[in-house]
């Protein structure tokens, strides 16, 4: 448990993960299972070949036996950068959770040469033991390990027994802001090799984009026994067969057709001998950095990427092909081209899924040491730590091995977040002269000493356009040194932490990206949220997170931030991200509209582009544009129907649209989006007010269709519903964006703070509580019945504090409908910034319909809007808004026109103020109730449906990892004003 070795016993040579026809024999299914809290009460005898262990448990593998339901065996852990244990390398706690597995299973006579028992994945470290004999230690917890078994196994019974410790010297190289889930979690198989067997394959398909010519490179390891061995590719009529291992020699193949994430073109390729025959699928593709290019096939890639845990909300890291690969559909139908594999390799049949549908991958090392940082230091850091060094190495070898053959992978990454030293540096060279052809990344190496990609995580866009300039320089790296960065690729490896509602500024991102030569692009952090499906002691169910399951310390809700949820339903950033990084852009401009291909591959014969124009959010026209085929990296322009003048607002789409059925998407699907208003609604006209005046009757006043309190002022009813409000609301329930302070490893936060956008601390919501933006106090200063009109004045101010809002409502009558000019405005020496400015009202309990004419379909913010378009929507208010992992500001619609609440017969007008026209928010709890839950189940049961009509709402950001709200999206202590009728309908 305390080596600093990679493993012991017979280790095979790590090797590529093929197809064969030899036999296997799959050991996965129900396992014997005995729990201990300490290694040395594990039982002395768990692993002799006669050992009666019908009392023992069952359990499946491959599982985690934390999520098995069983409290006697543990709970998971969660931490992001933090050992759960104390830093002592390589020493472990005492108290190490250790489980005992047992499996009996027969073996035919005929077995082969050699046989070989491979696990892919054990957490942390397992000793193994078959029929009696330890046959060796396997550490490394996500990478495979072949222990040759030959000498033990045996035909008939076999008794295999495994022993699991959670914590191990291992662990210290495995800090990944992940859970702690110890257990089998992938497979278990024995390997039948025949004699004479191919033991490893790499065919390296080459392409040359100048000539369109493929090149196999192949390297075949057999013994000199197990030649001649051919290489067959059928489709490209190739069948090379090498009498030794002296000819081994490259195959032209002729032209072919190259494999890029848009067009993922395989062939099938076979390596066979007289023992064995092996199978491939093979993509044709060159990779190379020049300057600050780097390039597939000769254009420069461009990434839009998501980092990708390996997660399921029941069985933690337990591989589901099916799942996985309606995960990577959904990628697909969110312009998503690109996976970072954080922080280390997953599943094997990962990349036959990638490299089948289409993605641009990194491949990272299973490695992370983060918890050695301390006070900015790395103290005993195991990269630049001596006794580490083996493992190290042995840990990047068996990334490259495994994997090589897969073309989807384009770059290599040595870990993450585990500081830098001379075995980080020896690691790279390893890989440089494995493979000189994939680029190695590895974000730590801030001033590229030893990798080929500069990478950095949640910088803003300035410090980005400062290195592209080459000037400014990161806080971790040598003074001067982005001048000799900028003439290289430069990646986000992790931007836009998506943690609860946010981030925003991602178009800011995509200029960068787009204007900027070194950029390549990034990786949002994350693809997923990872709470795991848990129950409170009552029954109720929810997704845990950190602290939810006992533990003596962890980092709370930091592992849910994903641009889906826990039980994997999307979060409107997915949308926001899909709208933002679109390969096809669609751009209107006047009578035409500009097509832009940004694909890598392929034209754009594939879609359709339909326009349509709606007046006042109804649709009045549709058609299909002629578009021509535009190639990548190509635009064109076309014009558009004219259209009739209309009395109203006039909106014209266009859409991008696929032509036909794909494998990742029906017909239809909606690419990118693009709309331009054609014409405005004409001014209102001023309506007079009716001649009638409020009458003021035992404490209350009657006024058309509704009913105030004739002390307050407030609204108590329309039309016999009941009614709350207006009432000044600065308070936003606080997003972890607002709640979170950016860690100073990730992003230079003095950089940021000089710019204005945030500092180190307080976070947005500390700072607003301090300001007592949730404690408003309201002082009625007049309820004044006038002919034709009521006016009533509030001022709101926090306890303890001068500083003041007055909001004066003007209530009128106009044509019989009730009407509400309404102003606020705020005294002077108000500083920093407000969550919101907004009028509150509530409404009847149990409202589920909303029908809005402004924008939608989802939730949208000054920062994050792309995704948004002007139209009439409809949806159920608990749809209205997200169910984040910790409940939090939700739902806002920018830009409201109208809004209908057909269960109450009330509709809401908005007209500009001033060219302002507020956004909405409808929920069944308000902002202090959803302030107070840590749990979406902890919310209270509803007494209201709470409306917000708010003029202005603060930015996202992406404060709790990475740069705060822009200074154009925060909102400044301002006035605001609305102009709102109430519809009886």
Same mark, same amino acid.
């Given at each position: 448990?305390?080596?600093?070795?990679?493993?012991?016993?017979?280790?095979?040579?790590?090797?590529?993960?093929?197809?064969?026809?030899?036999?296997?024999?799959?050991?996965?299914?129900?396992?014997?299972?005995?729990?201990?809290? /300490?290694?040395?009460?594990?039982?002395?005898?768990?692993?002799?070949?006669?050992?009666?262990?019908?009392?023992?448990?069952?359990?499946?593998?491959?599982?985690?036996?934390?999520?098995?339901?069983?409290?006697?065996?543990?709970?998971?852990?969660?931490?992001?950068?933090?050992?759960?244990?104390?830093?002592?390398?390589?020493?472990?706690?005492?108290?190490?959770?250790? @489980?005992?597995?047992?499996?009996?299973?027969? %073996?035919?006579?005929?077995?082969?040469?050699?046989?070989?028992?491979?696990?892919?994945?054990?957490?942390?470290?397992?000793?193994?033991?078959?029929?009696?004999?330890? #046959?060796?230690? #396997?550490?490394?917890?996500?990478?495979?390990?072949?222990?040759?078994?030959?000498?033990?196994?045996?035909? @008939?019974?076999?008794?295999?027994?495994? /022993?699991?410790?959670?914590?191990?010297?291992?662990?210290?190289?495995?800090?990944?802001?992940?859970?702690?889930?110890?257990?089998?979690?992938?497979?278990?198989?024995?390997?039948?090799?025949?004699? *004479?067997?191919?033991?490893? #394959?790499?065919?390296?398909?080459?392409?040359?984009?100048?000539?369109?010519?493929?090149?196999?490179?192949?390297?075949?390891?057999?013994?000199?026994?197990?030649?001649?061995?051919?290489?067959?590719?059928?489709?490209?009529?190739?069948?090379?067969?090498?009498?030794?291992?002296?000819?081994?020699?490259?195959?032209?193949?002729?032209?072919?057709?190259?494999?890029?994430?848009?067009?993922?073109?395989?062939? $099938?390729?076979?390596?066979?001998?007289?023992? $064995?025959?092996?199978?491939?699928?093979?993509? +044709?593709?060159?990779?190379?950095?020049?300057?600050?290019?780097?390039?597939?096939?000769?254009?420069?890639?461009?990434?839009?990427?998501?980092?990708?845990? $390996?997660?399921?909300?029941?069985?933690?890291?337990? +591989?589901?092909?099916?799942?996985?690969?309606?995960?990577?559909?959904?990628?697909?139908?969110?312009?998503?081209?690109?996976?970072?594999?954080?922080?280390?390799?997953?599943?094997?049949?990962?990349? &036959?899924?990638?490299?089948?549908?289409?993605?641009?991958?990194?491949?990272?090392? *299973?490695?992370?040491?983060?918890?050695?940082?301390?006070?900015?230091?790395?103290?005993?850091?195991?990269? *630049?730590?001596?006794?580490?060094?083996?493992?190290?190495?042995?840990?990047?070898?068996?990334?490259?091995?495994?994997?090589?053959?897969?073309?989807?992978?384009?770059?290599?990454?040595?870990?993450?977040?585990?500081?830098?030293?001379?075995?980080?540096?020896?690691?790279?060279?390893?890989?440089?002269?494995?493979?000189?052809?994939?680029?190695?990344?590895?974000?730590? &190496?801030?001033?590229?000493?030893?990798?080929?990609?500069?990478?950095?995580?949640?910088?803003?866009?300035?410090?980005?356009?400062?290195?592209?300039?080459?000037?400014?320089?990161?806080?971790?790296?040598?003074?001067?040194?982005?001048?000799?960065?900028?003439?290289?690729?430069?990646?986000?490896?992790?931007?836009?932490?998506?943690?609860?509602?946010?981030?925003?500024?991602?178009?800011?991102?995509?200029?960068?990206?787009?204007?900027?030569?070194?950029?390549?692009?990034?990786?949002?952090?994350?693809?997923?949220?990872?709470?795991?499906?848990?129950?409170?002691?009552?029954?109720?169910?929810?997704?845990?997170?950190?602290?939810?399951?006992?533990?003596?310390?962890?980092?709370?809700? +930091?592992?849910?931030?994903?641009?889906?949820?826990?039980?994997?339903?999307?979060?409107?950033?997915?949308?926001?991200?899909?709208?933002?990084?679109?390969?096809?852009?669609?751009?209107?401009?006047?009578?035409?509209?500009?097509?832009?291909?940004?694909?890598?591959?392929?034209?754009?014969?594939?879609?359709?582009?339909?326009?349509?124009?709606?007046?006042?959010?109804?649709?009045?026209?549709?058609?299909?544009?002629?578009?021509?085929?535009?190639?990548?990296?190509?635009?064109?322009?076309?014009?558009?129907?004219?259209? $009739?003048?209309?009395?109203?607002?006039?909106?014209?789409?266009?859409?991008?649209?696929?032509?036909?059925?794909?494998?990742?998407?029906?017909?239809?699907?909606?690419?990118?989006?693009?709309?331009?208003?054609?014409?405005?609604?004409?001014?209102?006209?001023?309506?007079?007010?009716?001649?009638?005046?409020?009458?003021?009757?035992?404490?209350?006043?009657?006024?058309?269709?509704?009913?105030?309190?004739?002390?307050?002022?407030?609204?108590?009813?329309?039309?016999?519903?009941?009614?709350?409000?207006?009432?000044?609301?600065?308070?936003?329930?606080?997003?972890?964006?607002?709640?979170?302070?950016? +860690?100073?490893?990730?992003?230079?936060?003095?950089?940021?703070?000089?710019?204005?956008?945030?500092?180190?601390?307080?976070?947005?919501?500390?700072?607003? /509580?301090?300001?007592?933006?949730? /404690?408003?106090?309201?002082?009625?200063?007049?309820?004044?019945?006038?002919?034709?009109?009521?006016?009533?004045?509030?001022?709101?101010?926090?306890?303890?504090?001068?500083?003041?809002?007055?909001?004066?409502?003007?209530?009128?009558?106009?044509?019989?409908?009730?009407?509400?000019?309404?102003?606020?405005?705020?005294?002077?020496?108000?500083?920093?910034?407000?969550?919101?400015?907004?009028?509150?009202?509530?409404?009847?309990?149990?409202?589920?319909?909303?029908?809005?004419?402004?924008?939608?379909?989802?939730?949208?913010?000054?920062?994050?809007?792309?995704?948004?378009?002007?139209?009439?929507?409809?949806?159920?208010?608990?749809?209205?808004?997200?169910?984040?992992?910790?409940?939090?500001?939700?739902?806002?619609?920018?830009?409201?026109?109208?809004?209908?609440?057909?269960?109450?017969?009330?509709?809401?007008?908005?007209?500009?103020?001033?060219?302002?026209?507020?956004?909405?928010?409808?929920?069944?709890?308000?902002?202090?109730?959803?302030?107070?839950?840590?749990?979406?189940?902890?919310?209270?049961?509803?007494?209201?449906?709470?409306?917000?009509?708010? %003029?202005?709402?603060?930015?996202?950001?992406?404060?709790?990892?990475?740069?705060?709200?822009?200074?154009?999206?925060?909102?400044?202590?301002?006035?605001?004003?609305?102009?709102?009728?109430?519809?009886?309908?």
């Amino acid at each position: 448990m305390t080596s600093f070795s990679p493993g012991a016993g017979r280790r095979v040579a790590p090797r590529s993960r093929l197809a064969s026809d030899a036999a296997e024999l799959d050991l996965s299914g129900t396992w014997r299972f005995l729990f201990s809290g /300490r290694p040395d009460l594990a039982p002395a005898d768990g692993a002799a070949v006669d050992l009666d262990d019908s009392g023992w448990d069952e359990i499946k593998v491959p599982s985690h036996w934390v999520l098995q339901g069983r409290e006697e065996w543990g709970r998971p852990i969660y931490t992001n950068i933090n050992y759960p244990f104390p830093v002592e390398p390589p020493f472990v706690p005492d108290e190490n959770p250790t @489980g005992d597995y047992r499996i009996a299973f027969d %073996v035919p006579e005929e077995r082969g040469e050699r046989v070989l028992l491979r696990f892919d994945g054990v957490e942390s470290l397992a000793i193994v033991t078959l029929n009696g004999t330890q #046959v060796g230690v #396997v550490r490394g917890s996500r990478l495979a390990q072949e222990l040759d078994v030959t000498d033990e196994i045996r035909p @008939g019974r076999n008794v295999l027994h495994v /022993r699991v410790h959670q914590w191990s010297a291992a662990t210290y190289l495995e800090d990944q802001d992940q859970w702690w889930l110890p257990g089998i979690f992938r497979e278990v198989t024995l390997l039948f090799r025949p004699a *004479d067997g191919i033991e490893d #394959v790499w065919l390296r398909a080459d392409y040359d984009p100048a000539t369109g010519q493929g090149v196999l490179l192949p390297e075949l390891r057999a013994g000199a026994s197990g030649y001649p061995i051919t290489v067959s590719v059928p489709e490209l009529g190739v069948e090379t067969t090498f009498a030794s291992p002296s000819e081994v020699a490259a195959i032209p193949v002729g032209e072919v057709a190259p494999w890029s994430a848009d067009r993922p073109r395989r062939y $099938e390729a076979t390596v066979r001998n007289a023992a $064995e025959t092996r199978s491939l699928q093979i993509g +044709f593709r060159r990779i190379e950095v020049v300057g600050h290019q780097w390039r597939v096939n000769g254009r420069k890639l461009r990434l839009r990427g998501v980092n990708r845990h $390996e997660y399921d909300p029941d069985n933690g890291r337990v +591989f589901d092909a099916v799942a996985v690969r309606e995960q990577l559909l959904l990628m697909k139908r969110a312009n998503i081209n690109a996976i970072r594999t954080s922080h280390y390799p997953p599943h094997p049949t990962f990349f &036959d899924l990638t490299d089948e549908l289409g993605f641009w991958v990194i491949d990272e090392c *299973d490695l992370e040491t983060h918890g050695f940082q301390r006070d900015g230091g790395w103290t005993e850091n195991p990269t *630049d730590d001596p006794r580490w060094r083996e493992a190290l190495l042995d840990r990047i070898e068996r990334t490259v091995e495994r994997d090589k053959n897969h073309p989807s992978i384009v770059s290599w990454s040595l870990g993450n977040e585990a500081g830098t030293g001379q075995n980080a540096a020896a690691m790279a060279a390893w890989v440089h002269r494995r493979d000189p052809e994939r680029p190695v990344h590895y974000e730590p &190496d801030y001033d590229g000493f030893y990798t080929d990609i500069v990478s950095r995580m949640y910088p803003p866009v300035e410090q980005m356009e400062d290195m592209a300039a080459g000037t400014g320089t990161h806080p971790h790296a040598v003074a001067g040194r982005n001048a000799e960065l900028a003439k290289r690729p430069m990646i986000l490896c992790e931007y836009e932490h998506a943690m609860g509602n946010g981030a925003g500024a991602l178009a800011e991102y995509e200029r960068v990206f787009d204007t900027l030569p070194q950029w390549h692009g990034g990786f949002i952090w994350e693809w997923r949220d990872h709470g795991l499906r848990t129950t409170t002691p009552e029954g109720t169910e929810f997704f845990g997170y950190g602290g939810d399951f006992g533990e003596e310390i962890h980092d709370g809700s +930091f592992v849910c931030d994903g641009l889906l949820l826990s039980d994997g339903t999307p979060t409107p950033m997915l949308a926001e991200f899909a709208a933002v990084t679109t390969p096809v852009k669609v751009t209107i401009d006047g009578g035409s509209v500009t097509v832009e291909n940004r694909r890598h591959d392929g034209d754009t014969t594939d879609l359709r582009f339909v326009w349509r124009d709606e007046l006042d959010g109804r649709q009045i026209g549709t058609g299909e544009l002629t578009v021509p085929a535009v190639a990548p990296g190509e635009s064109i322009t076309v014009s558009l129907p004219g259209f $009739e003048p209309h009395d109203g607002e006039l909106w014209r789409t266009v859409e991008a649209v696929t032509a036909s059925d794909a494998e990742w998407a029906a017909a239809g699907h909606v690419v990118t989006r693009a709309q331009t208003q054609l014409a405005k609604a004409a001014p209102a006209l001023s309506v007079p007010a009716d001649d009638v005046t409020p009458v003021a009757r035992d404490g209350a006043i009657s006024f058309g269709p509704a009913t105030f309190d004739a002390f307050s002022g407030d609204l108590v009813s329309i039309a016999g519903a009941e009614v709350k409000g207006p009432r000044l609301e600065l308070w936003r329930a606080p997003t972890e964006n607002d709640s979170l302070s950016s +860690f100073a490893s990730y992003v230079d936060v003095e950089a940021v703070a000089s710019r204005g956008m945030g500092s180190k601390t307080p976070s947005s919501a500390e700072l607003w /509580r301090a300001a007592g933006l949730d /404690r408003l106090h309201r002082r009625v200063q007049a309820v004044e019945v006038e002919p034709g009109r009521l006016v009533v004045r509030h001022r709101y101010a926090p306890s303890a504090a001068q500083e003041a809002v007055v909001v004066e409502l003007i209530w009128t009558l106009r044509a019989g409908r009730l009407h509400l000019d309404a102003s606020a405005t705020p005294s002077r020496g108000w500083k920093g910034t407000w969550p919101r400015i907004g009028l509150h009202l509530e409404l009847p309990a149990g409202l589920a319909e909303a029908r809005w004419f402004g924008t939608g379909p989802d939730e949208n913010y000054v920062d994050s809007h792309a995704a948004a378009h002007v139209g009439r929507f409809e949806a159920g208010v608990d749809e209205l808004s997200v169910n984040y992992a910790v409940p939090q500001e939700s739902g806002h619609r920018a830009g409201l026109r109208e809004l209908h609440l057909p269960e109450i017969g009330l509709g809401i007008t908005a007209t500009p103020v001033a060219g302002e026209l507020p956004g909405f928010s409808l929920r069944a709890h308000d902002a202090a109730e959803v302030t107070s839950a840590a749990h979406p189940h902890e919310l209270p049961d509803s007494s209201a449906t709470h409306l917000y009509l708010d %003029v202005q709402q603060h930015g996202l950001g992406s404060r709790s990892c990475g740069p705060d709200v822009r200074p154009e999206y925060q909102l400044r202590p301002r006035a605001a004003a609305w102009s709102l009728t109430f519809d009886v309908r």
